[in-house]
């Protein structure tokens, strides 16, 4: 799953969100250099990775892009769940995506300063572009993909993927949709745990 995800599945917990949304960006034992609550976000979204990488359904995604996007599918296709859930926002939270994201983005803003710079500057990217709100249509996603594929170091052509997104559409929606509920069960499970 990407970041709308990794901030849904944190529950009202701000600062595990925050872990949440950041941990890839936080190798090996520098997880100690943050605060406890942050900690267990950074965990949640590492144990969230393994469960969604290894879940049929996401598989079966990853397996209909490889043959053209090779080991970039898994990025694509945590693109595309990140989209359904936008889509289909209502039906998973009270609140609706805009003031969701609206709040979040204030309180992430708040905290910024206390980030290293390169996790400064992909939080400012975050906010600046709205992802969250981008995820809702096809068009955002492009642009959300297209941002991540000039970071690329290799030819990802991720800016192109909404083509498959488009003519394989309810596919990939319904496989979201087996995937999301055992998704948010275990997530639930996970933090009653931390």
Same mark, same amino acid.
């Given at each position: ?62 397996? /209909?892009? +490889? ?5 970039? *599918?898994? $990025? ?5 769940? %990140?989209? =359904? ?66 970071? /690329?170091? +290799? ?5 192109? *993927?909404? $083509? ?5 559409? %309810?596919? =990939? ?22």
């Amino acid at each position: 799953m990407n970041f709308l995800a990794h901030v849904f599945l944190s529950g009202a917990d701000f600062d595990l969100a925050v872990g949440n949304l950041i941990a890839d960006k936080i190798k090996g034992n520098k997880i100690n250099h943050y605060p406890v609550a942050v900690q267990k976000g950074i965990v949640l979204h590492r144990a969230i990775d393994t469960f969604t990488d290894t879940h049929p359904n996401f598989k079966n995604c990853v397996s /209909t892009l +490889f043959p053209i996007y090779r080991h970039y *599918s898994r $990025v694509i296709v945590d693109m595309y769940f %990140d989209h =359904f859930l936008a889509v289909h926002w209502e039906s998973y939270h009270s609140q609706s995506l805009k003031d969701f994201s609206s709040n979040f983005y204030q309180n992430l803003t708040r905290c910024t300063p206390r980030f290293p710079e390169p996790i400064q500057r992909f939080i400012q990217a975050l906010v600046n572009y709205n992802w969250f709100e981008q995820y809702e249509t096809i068009e955002g996603l492009g642009l959300i993909l297209a941002q991540m594929d000039r970071r /690329t170091r +290799f030819d990802s052509n991720l800016a192109g *993927s909404t $083509v498959e997104l488009i003519e394989k559409y %309810d596919y =990939f929606e319904q496989q979201f949709f087996n995937f999301i509920q055992p998704l948010i069960a275990f997530s639930q499970s996970k933090l009653s745990q931390l």
